[in-house]
């Protein structure tokens, strides 16, 4: 199938920011045939302000508004959703406040097209100049590096893939989605790389335990993706163990700074991402795939 990619953007209330990742995709060497801008339901005139400029003129760009803030799950099931139904085939990634090169998506489908690869995601580059990936760049011999998934920073995955796994369960709503669907990749058998000349520009994003901005998410989404993976790649035990650190990490240092609403959301987590049921979402997002239907070829 020739590349028809449908290059994906999820916004809220970030309108400059939004332009300027509208702007560098629209600009790439390889031009994306379908860009889908999800806006979670934004307050501060996010679509007027495009308008303005005439940057929703063309009929490559869909400006999708939903009518309540989804959060970044939500916006990333609904935008490849629709790409996928679209018969796009491939779905590029991005939140609205990434940048990526003018050659980004060229160098992302060259590698997909020569290696047969269904997931590929560029080579994030900080505010400083220095790559997310610092430290796998230095060790690696070669340009496309196997890579364990990440966030939705302008990652190029295929329709094959999509049809194989599903949508992004919408139910996270932030933080943890990406993740999740990392490892249902991981658990169909799907290889995945990081190509170190594709660079995507995207601040880094860190979180104190003291002062976690959001600590309820941070712990059930983690849950739900414990209870959701198969534990192929990760054993559910190191998982498991994982969460535990964070938990208690979170919960002294919210302790000794005082900062009770920070224990109190991690164990209100805790307890939904034990106890919530998540079938119906998995229906939802064809967690697992479409099925052999002709409909989703």
Known sequence: MEASVGAVIVTYNRKVLLERCLRAVLEQTC??????????????????????????????????????????????????KRAYEGGCSHCWLMDDDGVPDKDCLERLLQVM?????????????????????????????????????????????????????????????????EYEY???????????????????????TRYSFARCPRPYYLVRNWAYSIRLSK??????????????????????????????GQVVKVIHGLADGLKSPLEAHQKECHWGGFGDSAKWQ
Request: charged letters at 20%; proline letters at 3%.
């Open 113 to 177: 097209e020569g290696e047969k690869i269904h997931y590929a995601a560029p080579n994030l580059i900080a505010d400083d100049g220095e790559s997310h990936f610092a430290q796998i760049i230095l060790a690696a011999k070669t340009e496309i590096i196997g890579f364990k998934g990440g966030p939705f920073n302008g990652i190029l995955i295929s329709r094959a893939l999509v049809r194989a796994v599903g949508y992004p369960m919408k139910n996270y709503f932030i933080w943890g989605d």
């Open 31 to 80: 031009n994306p045939a379908r860009v889908i801008v999800v806006d979670n339901a934004s307050t501060d005139g996010t679509e007027a302000h495009l308008r303005s400029l005439g940057m929703l003129d063309t009929r490559s760009i869909d400006f999708v508004r939903l009518s309540e803030n989804t959060g970044g799950a939500g916006g990333f099931f609904e935008g490849v």
């Open 231 to 260: 534990g192929l790649y990760m054993s559910k035990r190191v998982q498991v163990l994982q969460l535990t650190q964070v938990i208690v990490r979170l919960l002294i240092e919210g302790s000794i700074r005082l900062n009770f």
């Open 182 to 204: 990392t490892n249902r990749i991981q658990d169909a058998g799907f290889p995945m790389v990081m190509v170190t000349s594709a660079i995507h520009r995207h601040k880094s």
